[in-house]
């Protein structure tokens, strides 16, 4: 009986045990240690699940790459200076958790994609807006940028940078162009994170961080785009190759075009056509004529397939019938015949 009794109680004591804070910390997904991956355990990993990996769509990737080549191309006529652009990473993140870890100061650019209906954030850290007011104003090379912290930026800066975010933007049209035509638009400067919401917090993004080097100058430039701003062209993202539209081949083209040049097509001169029913078709008999409407100066259609090519006159060279042409019939029509 006595042993009967401890068990209830023994069972008792196991479910009402406390979790210390190892346990907890494993549980959420939280490693106070800083080892192993943070995202990848308990409820977090089940929250972070919901975000969609950058790696569905490899047609990004291809954009990005051709946005850096054109970036390092475009920024060194804009300064006037050896500038490098590098591509660090594409990540998916929320769009709250962006805003809450933008180092502060900086300078974000909300742009439009005009033909997508949505909007997009650019964002300069302090090192590059410096980095590029002092390139542009003529400061020497080998002296660090002087930063003061504290105050706002001046209207000359904030200029300066927004020539160069547009140069960014050109070069993002650019760089979309073969697989969408769109065109980025500058819509406006904040120097607020909270005055430059585009999209609600829990909502996915992905963000592009690229990294300009100007000699012992720089800093990082970071792009965010919502995936609701992707959403127009997602199926074309998810393409695996571009196929001939990022590099056209001319050796190709050319023999291409020769080849269809010297196709051979057989056409079919029409002298007549009439309607009749079914019946007086399966009523004819050997020796029945069928008399045709057309006379020697009717127009004859020439015909390839069941398109309407060229019209003209019927007549005569030498032993073999001929046909003049007089007027181009894919012209008039569109090339088609219903």
Not at 169 to 185: I, K, Y
């Amino acid at each position: 009986m006595a042993e009967e009794e401890s068990a209830p109680a023994a069972d008792g004591d196991e479910s009402a045990r406390v979790l210390n804070q190892d346990e907890i910390d494993s549980l959420l997904g939280f490693d106070m240690d800083g080892e192993g991956d943070k995202d990848r355990s308990g409820i977090k990993a089940i929250i972070n699940s919901a975000l969609v990996n950058y790696e569905r769509l490899p047609m990004l990737e291809v954009v990005f790459d051709r946005l850096v080549r054109m970036m390092t191309t475009s920024l060194r006529n804009f300064t006037s200076d050896n500038v490098e652009v590098s591509l660090d990473n594409i990540t998916s993140i929320r769009f709250g958790d962006y805003l809450n870890s933008i180092p502060l100061p900086a300078i974000l650019s909300v742009f439009r994609a005009v033909e997508w209906d949505n909007y997009g954030l650019m964002m300069v850290d302090s090192s590059l807006i410096y980095s590029i007011v002092d390139v542009l104003l003529g400061g020497r090379r080998g002296t660090a940028p002087l930063r003061i912290e504290g105050r706002p930026y001046t209207t000359i800066e904030r200029n300066l940078v927004e020539r160069m975010v547009d140069v960014v933007l050109d070069d993002m049209t650019a760089a979309f162009e073969p697989l969408s035509p769109v065109r980025f638009a500058h819509e406006r400067v904040e120097t607020n994170p909270r005055f430059a919401s585009i999209a609600r917090p829990a909502n996915a993004a992905i963000l592009i961080k690229l990294r300009i080097d100007m000699e012992d100058r720089g800093g990082r430039l970071e792009l965010l785009l919502p995936y609701a701003t992707l959403e127009p062209v997602r199926e074309l993202l998810l393409q695996m190759f571009m196929g001939e539209k990022f590099g056209r081949d001319s050796i190709w083209e050319n023999h291409l075009a020769t080849e269809l040049w010297n196709t051979k097509l057989d056409l079919h001169a029409v002298l007549d056509e009439q309607v009749m029913s079914l019946s007086d078709v399966m009523a004819f008999q050997i020796g029945d004529t069928v008399m045709l409407n057309a006379s020697p100066e009717s127009p004859i259609m020439l015909r390839c397939g069941n398109i309407d090519m060229v019209e003209g006159r019927m007549g005569r060279i030498g032993q073999k019938i001929a046909i003049r042409v007089e007027k181009s019939m894919h012209a008039a029509n569109g090339g088609g015949r219903s």
